[in-house]
């Protein structure tokens, strides 16, 4: 009876674990398909085998390319500098070199837009520190392009102070620029100041 009663449970077991997959509408054949049946979802849906999603990062949600890095408004910059440098050009060709004395500095006036007021003299351009007794090229003593004429020397008008005499000029009248006129240069006497004359050029910017 032992013996027959161990052989009962066996079969109670087996038929049990055969019964309920069937029971449940899901046999062995069952699971196997349903299992294949997951692999080619996979397959499709792009999931690799760690179950991760692979994806072209390119292809946006509707199916579209996505434009390439580095276009698009990324690249305004260098298109606003492109346009500038074919308007700069194309107002050179308009109105010829705009730098003609290579200066640094844009002609003034006309499609250059620059501030150069005369571009065939290198010497004439806004920031000039330096005098000159020659007109420049354009026939003007503005070398500094400031709209003016600033002479190099006024007036003599010497000064005695401690050690020392100021006051170094032209006599009156004062030559305008490029004019030469007697120059008079202070010298320090006993307790006075002693003046010795030459002829000298003015010089403007």
Known sequence: MKAMGGWARWVVFAATWGIAPAACGLDVQGLEAADGGRDELDAASGLDAAGAQSFDAAVTLDGSKAPPMGHGHGDDASEDAAEDAVSLDAAGEA???????????????????????????????????????????????????????????????????????????????????????????????????????????????
């Open 95 to 205: 109105g010829g070199s705009c730098d003609q004395d290579g200066d640094g500095h844009l002609a003034a006036g006309g499609t250059c837009h620059g501030d150069d007021c005369c571009d065939t003299d290198a010497q004439a351009h806004p920031g000039q520190t330096s005098f000159f007794e020659q007109p420049d090229h354009c026939g003007s003593f503005d070398y500094d392009c400031d709209g003016k004429l600033t002479p190099q020397y006024g007036a003599v008008s010497c000064s005695w102070y401690g050690f020392g005499c100021s006051g170094d000029g032209f006599q009156s009248p004062t030559p305008s620029c490029g004019a030469a006129g007697t120059y008079d240069t202070c010298n320090l006497g006993f307790f006075t100041c002693n003046t010795s004359n030459t002829t000298r050029v003015q010089g403007c910017r």
